[in-house]
């Protein structure tokens, strides 16, 4: 369910995308609907709030109690089903004695013209019936309007989550009761947990203890406490070395890449950065000498959102024209950040491309034989520079049509894994509801473009 | 977060639907032994609420503090049942349940167990008929709160809002029913299923290879069986 909420908005936009005349305010209404329900629930899990945020958050909720009736005649129950039918049925009988009661004789026509008069005004009656037995009024709905007042009151809606209690029936509960030794079971079952979690804690204390290097001693107490954080921000990492790939003809054979589009590519990067000893040759021909190894995958650590310590390792794959685990060829799509494009003004900086080459290239004929580490993307153009589509409720990006799509970035400059949905020809739907942090970049992008 | 198991709640035995008032005797024999068995468990508790205890604070200062139960961790269900409320009835504040899904431009009164003491002692013996008929429109069964008891306990503020049992397990249940419905009468479902099977894959996004409603059942609905586990939440108040 969670993945659904990550994804929803996106394909239904995409399968709501075409609307003809009669359906488009249906669809809009419908879209808006789920999309506000989906912004709410992702804003109720930030960590920390201002009071922006929460303002935001109840007028998503706003947005979604102006919308919600277009999902009213879904919101059938099995009783309104049941009543509905059992009015249908005295309904019916009552007609059919009216017309048992009716004495002059009428022809085949007429009787077919009254019957289908009598299922048209039954069905009426019934569709009436139903619009107006029908409700939201379950409590989950009524919840929704303590979010904001409760953030205020007690701060993050995340800390109070019961994913805890309910992994406590394992942890504290089932555990427990399988080493007992089923024989008065329930103090066992009690006793277990604390001592397993008190060792648990003690097994942490002792850790950063343990490292001699970097270590204070505690005042009274003996103990030694490390002088400096042990978080460190992993780096970016290739993996995945690919076979037959130590020169640019190789690489460019193995990936179905044309070389002189890569040469090509490789010395607009090089002319872009800096001249130094550390700059590749800017001949093709010794270009072509140098060594190259081909990679399949990148690390790549986001930090998570609101949180600084923490990071999450997207793993982007580029195989090429392999297959991936008995699949397609797997071809992931990145964020990229752009430095100084003036296209990419909207969304400050960040396009979406998809990973076509990862390798690292040895300058060997330098002294310092430096390495650099870089993939070739073709990159996105974001539609109507990057605002919003107010029907989809997205951003849209498609291939770029003039001018060169390819490009040679540093494997630095990649952000993120991004997720995009194919709409139409050459044209994808972002979906930027797929984690905390890119929704909130998203947006902040979204509600600036909005005040301007 | 040291999270400590105090005591395992009894399971009661199911209503034997063999009349009305053996149905209600049972229910009330039920409340009964709940109720008695958080009194036995929130006893020493009663002592430092009201008098406190002095505690070392981090700046080396000794303080009396007293102790609040400031949130109990569980779903809508387990609350009605704790609580003494209905099922459609809000432990936090008054909402009636034919309002429940509207957008209220305030909010309600929150549910405040002096306030209800009051009105309920200011009603005379004879208008005991009356009082039962208000609470009961509010939702509430008087006498079955296992909270009402203990000192320095806000019944209301107990409960806390929860994104897996309200979000998730709750309205995302209901949303995919009504889009379900709505794709079905614009006769959309193939190419939503289309669609959610073709999404790229994203780090922590998994299964989708099967059409949108089948994606939600198994484990997570799993996680929506729960029992009333004992994990309180306890604030300092120095």
Redesign the interface.
């Known amino acids: ?8 908005s996106a ?2 936009a ?3 995308l075409n609307p003809d005349s009669s ?1 488009y305010p ?2 809009k209404s ?1 879209l808006k609907c ?1 999309t506000a ?1 989906v912004d709410f ?1 992702l804003m ?2 930030y960590r920390s709030h201002t009071p922006d945020t929460l303002s935001y958050m109840e007028s998503y ?2 947005t979604f ?1 102006w919308t919600k009736d ?2 009213l ?3 059938t129950s099995k009783a309104t089903w049941a009543q509905a039918n059992r009015q249908d049925r005295e309904l019916r009988e009552v007609m059919a004695d009216q017309r048992a009661k009716e004495v002059h004789h009428r022809t085949v026509a007429n009787c077919r013209q009254q019957a289908d008069q009598e299922r048209v005004e039954r069905s009426d009656r019934r569709a009436d019936f139903i619009r107006h037995e029908n ?13 904001a ?2 953030v205020r ?2 701060r993050s ?2 800390m ?7 992994l ?2 394992k942890d ?2 089932k555990d ?1 009761s399988c080493r007992s030794n089923k024989n008065e079971a ?1 103090l066992q ?2 006793s277990h ?2 001592r397993q ?1 008190a060792l648990g ?1 003690r097994l942490q204390t002792i850790e950063p203890l343990s490292q001699v290097e970097g270590v204070i001693v505690v005042e009274d107490s003996g103990m030694e406490m490390p002088t400096v954080p042990s978080h460190s921000t992993p780096h970016r990492v290739l993996k995945a070395c690919m076979k037959n790939t130590s020169m640019l003809t190789e690489l460019c054979t193995v990936l179905n890449i044309h070389y002189s589009n890569m040469i090509e590519e490789i010395l607009r990067f090089i002319r872009q950065t800096a001249a130094d000893d550390r700059r590749l040759p800017a001949d093709p021909a010794e270009l072509g000498l140098l060594p190259v190894e081909g990679f399949a995958q990148l690390e790549i650590p986001v930090p998570d959102f609101q949180e600084t310590d923490r990071f ?4 982007a794959r580029c195989t090429g024209t392999k297959p991936f685990r008995n699949g397609g060829s ?1 071809n ?2 990145v964020w990229v950040q752009t430095g100084g494009e003036p296209n990419y003004e909207d969304l400050r900086g960040s396009v979406v491309a998809r990973l076509l080459a990862l390798f690292k290239i040895r300058n060997i004929l330098s002294e310092a034989a430096d390495v650099h580490r870089v993939a070739l993307v073709p990159i996105l153009d974001p539609i109507n520079g990057g605002r919003f589509h107010i029907p989809s409720g997205h951003i849209r990006v498609s291939n770029r049509i003039n001018g060169r799509d390819m490009r040679i970035v540093s494997i630095g400059a990649m952000i993120g ?1 991004a ?4 709409s139409g020809e050459k044209q994808w739907i972002v979906n930027h509801r ?2 905390l942090r890119t929704f909130n970049e998203i947006n902040k992008i979204i509600l600036s473009n909005y005040i301007q | ?8 709640l009894p399971v009661p035995p199911q209503c034997t639907g063999e009349s009305a008032r053996a149905n209600e005797a049972q229910r009330q024999t039920n409340a009964d032994v709940l109720r008695a068995v958080f009194d036995l468990v929130l006893a020493p508790l009663q002592q430092v609420a009201r008098e406190g205890t002095v505690m070392d604070c981090a700046d080396g200062k000794t303080s009396l503090c007293f102790r609040i139960l ?2 109990w ?4 269900a387990e609350h009605a049942t704790l609580q003494g409320i209905g ?4 432990p ?2 008054e ?1 009636p ?8 431009r305030r ?1 309600y009164d929150t549910h405040d167990k002096m306030l209800s003491r009051e009105k309920a002692l200011r009603h005379e013996p004879a208008e005991a008929a009356s009082i039962a008929e208000y609470f009961q429109q509010l939702g509430v069964k008087i006498g079955n709160n296992v909270f009402s008891g203990p000192d320095r306990v806000s019944p209301a ?1 107990l409960h ?24 079905k009468k ?1 006769k ?1 479902q193939k ?2 299923d289309d ?2 099977k ?11 290879k099967r059409p ?1 409603a089948k ?2 059942n198994g484990k ?1 609905r799993r ?1 929506a069986i ?2 009333v ?1 004992f ?1 309180p ?1 306890w604030h300092s108040h120095c």
């Open positions: 369910m969670r993945n659904l909420g990550r994804c929803i394909i239904l995409f399968t709501l359906q249906d669809f419908a789920v329900l629930t109720a899990q909720l706003q109690h277009i999902f005649e879904f919101r409700h939201f009024n379950f409590i989950k709905m009524h919840y929704m309007t303590h979010f007042s409760n009151r007690f809606i995340s109070y989550s019961t994913v805890i209690g309910e406590a029936h504290q509960i427990g329930t079952i009690l947990y604390g979690h804690i999450q390792i997207h793993r797997s992931d799509w894994q997720q995009v949905i194919p797929i984690d | 977060m040291p999270i400590l198991l105090l005591a395992l400031s949130a961790i569980a779903d809508h099922s459609k009835s809000c936090k504040c909402v349940c034919e309002k429940l899904g509207g957008n209220p909010m503020d806390k809002l929860d994104l897996l049992h309200n979000i998730y397990l709750g309205l995302f249940k209901h949303m995919m029913e009504w889009v379900e419905g709505f794709l614009h959309q190419a939503f669609a959610w073709e999404i790229p894959p994203y780090p922590r996004f998994s299964d989708r949108m994606s939600h997570e996680c729960s029992a586990v994990q939440y």
